[in-house]
């Protein structure tokens, strides 16, 4: 049995199901009980699981991330709530020299498993500092998984997984879809880590696209459709483990790619993905691997200016039509 | 209420001030109800003695740094409407550009470092701007404006660290409005306040947050000393906010009370106190305390329909302001020389 | 010298742990001198009584979070002079199979969460600790070792209010050595540390970090009193380390005299003292002690002897442990199914 | 004139240039002033500038860095001294939520004129905490100009064209090489930013190598020229702005690169400089462009272990040969 539901309550089924499953798993983070966060996504859980396993904390955010290090490491499962994902950058050194670490510094004697849940995304006119998506930093530093569910089945299926994970586990929501619908099965399901999903196949062109991307991607794939180019669709959904395999099989079978983020391109996710096709599948590419980040400037808030950072259905398209047509703009 | 400064001119300007932030945060709640507004933002309303009595103790060279709640501030300190609502509604002749909005707007004119969309973000930039003022021998004071939520955050004890170790001319004002977001103070901050800033030496005071001439009297002092090498301070500044944490948070009864609200209304607004006030000491009269009150509700509505027409930056802006000296940041961080 | 226990065996074993640590770090600092081991290391010299007082307090249930001067902690929480000196050495039977090495020491089975390297790191490590035991309903108490210098890091102070909020069951233990690095605690400490704790309603105390009784003494009441939900607790223990900051820390006149060392090692040094209060009470004589130190400098320098002929890590170790349930984690980044 | 000096002195000179030629500068950071950081490189400059502008700092990595920025805000140009790179994590909220988006923000009113200045380099014994090479996080993040010397010359220039930009630069000295001699001109002199300089001409392929790996790139090229390959050495000598136009004309000559960087590989710096010549180099590419970086692991303490994460200059060498033979691992 499916039933439509909404990324908000995905993740909220998620956090439900495993609570309820393990009672060591626990939540905490800035307004999570009452109010459920100001995307009111955890609503109602304080009500089943008490104040005392849905614990609002204060604005700590290296305190409580640091917390939930040393919570993990002596029997519990925290799951953190860090509001935005640009508050990352305060929690970067319980993350990456603590959480990341820890088993490998221990020779394996110490295990860390916590999740810790956050958003990217921009176009909500938040302005630079509420706006970043800043997955490529976490991605980088080995000891750390890093999930990237596309919609409201991978966001469930994703953050399960996480919750059972041994390790520390950054999973990212768009913010922006938090109210978007997806069929979602009634019963369990877990989506296994290092399995990128085709989402539409394709001969022509391999759109590779990650979180709030995949839509654009898909949408970018049926115009390009009625035109008679032919685009396979894929979402990595987690950045570490990475199923290169799958997507170098999709480039090998196209001859072209398109990588699809929305971190900023310099120094980002779209040139890992990018350089991994162009190696892999050298001798098979028919024109240079392209890649769509977001602008390399910080998030302006004018709607007017916010909009151009962000790649568009239209841009992808536009970009894919010259990879197939064979018209390089200044690779010559 | 006490009695600060004997000049009537001085009373009157810190009203005005404190209707102006009114008549702004008014303006931008309804920018925002009827759908014109981009984003969201967080209501000063019930604040204003704070930014007010705060603000009226600088000059235009001390500096503050502001907060996500700081269209106060900015008012305060001295900026305009234009400017402001500008800004909020992302056109070009904002104070940033449109690039910052509502919880950026900086005015550098005015010794307003900028608002801040990090909580507890502009503690270091705080107390390092009172740094440069005591390394450079420039006699400028720096306020620190933050919420009591901000407290939670391990930075202010850092700098509060280093400000008292060098002795540095930085007031930190501590917004304390029983709130951080959806969560009440007392659930989220442990012990005192003032003791926290006690711990590292520093002086530290509570005033009414709603009394501006409380609040003035007490920053003009301590401004000064500060100036005089006797800094840092500590103030904890009681207060209320009217609305809710940001303009969309409309049912708040789950994490506090209308009664509550309405005894804060109706008992302790600053404005209409300090307007009472103004009035039994006969430095106003009734009619011409709603007089200013027209009056700067029309130039705020002017403002609103100037900026509700005026333009959006052009798309070429979009990668420019990246790095000062470099036109388009784009071309440049890809190498092309300049 | 205060009595605190009326059991010899206790007295002997606090005796003998100090005797174990001290010997651990001569041996350590010979090992570096001969340049037999590999990067470098902080000697806890000097502090035995601290890292004894307190962990004689607890049991092996009882965890600690430990810092880049950690080896007296690890020694006293009941680690093993041969796992230890493999892991400073980095090979296989290491605690942590020589991947850790000196700043990463944990012994998981003797409740170390380890040692690490970055200042006031695992402050929040120990208050999650506690926060684990009391959402668990378990019973252990979380001892946090940091330095003095580490209390200039705003984690700190995040966790000791959430530490307070939620009375959780952990002990914040500042050794107080005078020094952080190259600088002296009245230069880079404003205030009162004690007093930074109590500002969050956390009761604080001071004791003197060189009288093992005094401090085992107190750590026995407030464990017990956090263990039955009173904590947490601050306390300040005043002592002294007698090598440099690190072991290639020689030439130190420039930041401290060598009167000052000497005198702390004449009059203040914690074994010493306690040895001769042993033997005035009659517990041990000048023989045993002497047999003591002798038996345990023998064990220590077979346990060296042992480590620099034990074997490295195979290099196929390499990729191992980065991920809990994957066997390499080179091939599973790329996405190899295993 | 020139003369050999470490690459130590060479920062402690630009900086004494620097502060002598301009009353604004000043520094801070934990122990600069009398002990003149851990690692020697500032000592003296307190005797000369007196502990007003060599500011020994308590351990509060986000407060000074947060300061230096307020500081920088209003007149002044303060260099931060982080003493060890992986202590970046801590202070990534000043320097990349503040520092690097304030002059964008405000629409560039308020500029921010600050240098940060740490290192990176492994294979010191120093463990997972204190051996990492992070430049890809910030190099990421729009906003701020990266820096990476690769000897005493380009410490020295690099660092004092940090000073004077008025913008937030972060440059990363190799730990490892601050005693290692450069030539050096007694002359003051600026290296301009966005300038790669090549070390080394050849014919065959290209090796791009930053910092620490330029000294291992120069070997490899040794070694290999004594078997008859000729590779071209090239620095970038800053990441952002990165001279993409000097590397990607050279590999357009040698039709082969591998790029060194001492960061992980995963999500770093070498999947960003690889996909920036397989689009631009194209159709000139005769071989997949190869990355080498940093094993993607914690880095281990014990030497045995820690020596296998670094590239090597045999390992180098090998690839190097393995490209010009044609020679493909699996990219089949
Ligand atoms: C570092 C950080 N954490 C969380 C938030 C989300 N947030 C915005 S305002 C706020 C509450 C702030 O409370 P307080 O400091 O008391 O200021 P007030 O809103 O009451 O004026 C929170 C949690 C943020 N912006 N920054
Ligand atoms: C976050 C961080 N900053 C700086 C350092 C470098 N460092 C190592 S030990 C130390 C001094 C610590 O002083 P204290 O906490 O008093 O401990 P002690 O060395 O005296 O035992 C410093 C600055 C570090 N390891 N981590
Ligand atoms: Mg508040
Ligand atoms: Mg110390």
């Known amino acids: ?160 997984t996480a919750i059972r994970d041994d390790n520390p586990v950054v999973i990212f929501e768009d913010k922006l879809m938090y109210q978007d619908k997806a069929a979602v099965p009634e019963e369990a399901y877990l989506i296994p880590f290092g399995e990128a999903a085709v989402l539409r196949e394709g001969r022509d062109i391999t759109l590779v696209a990650t979180s709030s991307m995949v839509q654009v991607a898909r949408q970018a794939a049926e115009t390009l459709a009625s035109e008679g180019i032919s685009a396979e669709v894929i979402d990595p959904r987690t950045l570490v483990p990475f199923d290169e395999a799958t997507i170098v099989e999709s480039v090998k079978k196209t001859s072209r790619a398109i990588i699809i983020d929305e971190g900023h391109r310099n120094f980002g996710v779209t040139g890992e993905i990018a350089s991994r096709i162009s190696e892999k599948a050298f001798y098979h590419l028919d024109y240079p691997v392209q890649r769509m980040g977001a602008m390399d400037v910080p998030v302006p808030f004018s709607p007017a200016l916010e909009d151009l950072t962000v790649p568009t259905p239209d841009a992808v398209a536009e970009r894919a039509r010259a990879a197939v047509r064979g018209e390089l703009a200044d690779a010559a | 209420m006490t009695k600060a400064r004997t000049n009537t001119e001085d009373y009157v300007r810190m009203y005005r001030q404190m209707v ?195 609040v003035n009297d007490l920053a003009r002092k301590l401004v000064e000393r500060a100036r005089r090498g006797e800094g840092p301070f500590f103030v904890e500044l009681d207060t209320y906010r009217y609305h809710g944490h940001h303009v969309g948070d409309i049912n708040r009864d789950y994490y506090r009370s209308k009664d509550e609200e309405a005894a804060w209304k109706e008992r302790r607004d600053p404005i209409v106190n300090f307007g009472k006030w103004l009035e039994s000491e006969g430095i106003l009269t009734a009619e011409e305390l709603v007089a200013i009150n027209d009056e700067i509700r029309a130039e705020a509505e002017a403002a609103v329909a100037y900026a509700l027409d005026a333009k959006y930056p052009d798309a070429g802006e979009v990668d420019m302001h990246v790095f000062a000296g470099v036109e388009h940041a784009l071309p440049y961080i890809d190498g092309e020389r300049t």
């Open chain 1, 1 to 160: 049995m499916t039933r439509e539901i909404t990324l908000a309550k995905a993740v909220n089924e998620a956090i439900a199901e495993e609570m309820r499953r393990d009672p060591t798993v626990f939540l905490m983070g800035e307004d999570v009980a009452e109010a459920g966060t100001p995307f009111k996504v955890l609503a109602g859980l304080v009500d089943e699981f008490g104040p005392d396993r849905v614990i609002d904390t204060p604005i700590s955010e290296p305190g409580f991330v640091g917390m939930a290090v040393g919570a993990a490491m002596t029997g519990s499962r925290p799951i953190v709530d860090l509001m935005f994902g640009d508050f990352l950058y305060l929690v970067m050194d319980q993350l990456c020299n603590q959480a990341a670490k820890t088993h490998y510094m221990s020779g394996g004697k110490l295990k860390v498993p916590m999740v810790l849940r956050t958003n990217l995304g921009a176009t909500r006119r938040s302005a630079a500092q509420h706006s970043q998506s800043l997955h490529a930093l976490v991605a980088h530093i080995p000891g750390l998984k890093v999930a990237m569910p596309s919609s409201a089945y991978e966001a469930k299926g994703l953050l399960k």
């Open chain 2, 20 to 214: 102006r932030i009114r008549a702004f945060e008014d303006n931008a709640n309804q920018l925002y109800l009827s759908a014109k507004m981009p984003g969201l933002t967080h209501m000063y309303s019930g604040q204003e003695a704070v930014a007010v009595g705060i603000c009226e103790a600088l000059t235009d060279e001390d500096r503050i740094t502001s907060t996500h709640r700081g269209h106060g501030h900015c008012v305060a300190k001295g900026a305009s409407f234009l400017e402001m609502f500008c800004e909020l509604l992302g056109r070009e002749e904002g104070y940033c550009r449109g690039k910052g909005g509502s919880m950026h707007i900086a005015d550098q004119a005015h010794g307003n470092l900028g608002a801040n969309a990090i909580v507890g973000g502009s503690m270091g930039i705080a107390t390092g701007a009172a740094l440069s003022a005591k390394r450079l021998g420039r006699d400028f004071v720096t306020v620190c404006f933050f919420g009591d939520g901000a407290t939670a955050q391990g930075l202010w004890y850092e700098v509060m660290n280093m400000a008292a170790l060098w002795r540095l001319p930085v007031i930190y004002a501590c917004e304390n409005n029983g709130y951080s977001e959806y969560t009440k103070t007392e659930e989220i901050a442990a012990g005192s306040l003032t003791a926290r800033a006690e711990a590292f030496g520093i002086e530290a005071h509570k005033v009414d947050g709603q009394d501006v001439l409380a």
